[in-house]
């Protein structure tokens, strides 16, 4: 009784170890879950930066936390402050949260080591969306390649430019190059291959991709593109006058003291995401 009894035990003990895969990145060691259904090993909401708040909230992305002790990184459902969408595109059970800088990492079940890299930019015209809109499990056909998904910030905590030095602009596409470096620094820790990255993305993802095979502060980060639609001049790309734009949202939002550009830096500083956000940004 006792011999069947430790057998049972040491089987428990495997199953529990082939469900969990823990991995040392830079800030620390990470543990992700087996999928479910799919012969995949999923690593959600690891912080890839730190979202500025406050008064600092407009500015570039931070470093990412670190920590000593492993960290569980399931599915917490986190997405940036963003307009309002269609219930049946955003699940109830997602959770706004100003600090959204979080990537998801999914990685094939297979010993092989230095595997292709996708990394994924979603799409949502640069005011909605979120890194899971894309499933793992529609794209991980075969166990080639290693997939990243992200969130990064959107309208106004993305895209506000007001040519100040707390409101530069851009801040969203300066995620996305965090993202990238993050990439480079750590997805070997996961079986990939930082040199062998390529960067999708649909709608304003594509548009990203774009603008991101432009940008001095991504060169280097990846290797081949993928954008599937949406380029850098298409409509919802480019705030043709983003002080303007500003002001009219401002104004949409009962603001009028838009001509004062510290005035109004202030009433988005201190306005909260709930009013910022009731309209869409960018339209």
Avoid at 120 to 132: N, P, T
Wanted: charged fraction near 20%.
């Amino acid at each position: 009784m006792k011999w069947w009894t430790c057998v049972v035990f040491m089987c428990a003990a495997v199953l529990a170890d082939d469900e969990w895969r823990e991995v040392r990145t830079a800030q620390g060691p990470v543990r992700g879950r087996k999928h479910p259904t799919e012969d995949i090993y999923t690593f959600y909401n690891i912080p890839y930066a730190t979202a500025p708040t406050g008064q600092d909230k407009f500015k570039a992305p931070l470093p990412a936390p670190v920590w000593l002790e492993p960290f569980d990184a399931v599915d917490e459902k986190v997405i940036c402050p963003q307009a309002e969408f269609p219930v049946e595109y955003m699940p109830k059970s997602l959770v706004t949260k100003e600090n959204c800088l979080i990537a998801n990492v999914f990685v094939p079940n297979t010993k092989e080591k230095n595997l292709s890299v996708v990394v994924y930019v979603h799409g949502g015209a640069f005011i909605i969306g979120y890194g899971e809109s894309i499933k793992a499990t529609q794209l991980m056909k075969t166990k080639d390649f290693i997939l990243v998904t992200f969130n990064y910030r959107l309208g106004i905590h993305g895209f506000l430019c007001l040519g100040t030095e707390d409101a530069p602009g851009n801040a969203g596409m300066k995620d996305q190059v965090a993202l990238l470096r993050w990439v480079q620094k750590n997805i070997a820790s996961f079986g990939g291959n930082p040199d062998d990255v390529t960067i999708v993305g649909s709608s304003a993802g594509s548009a990203s991709v774009d603008l991101l095979m432009l940008s001095k502060s991504a060169e280097g980060l990846f290797h081949r593109v993928i954008p599937e639609s949406g380029g850098n001049l298409a409509a919802f790309t480019v705030q043709r006058d983003p002080v303007e734009i500003a002001k009219t949202h401002a104004k949409k939002l009962n603001f009028d003291n838009v001509d004062d550009i510290y005035a109004l830096e202030k009433f988005y500083k201190y306005s909260s995401d709930g009013t910022v956000n009731i309209r869409s940004f960018l339209r």
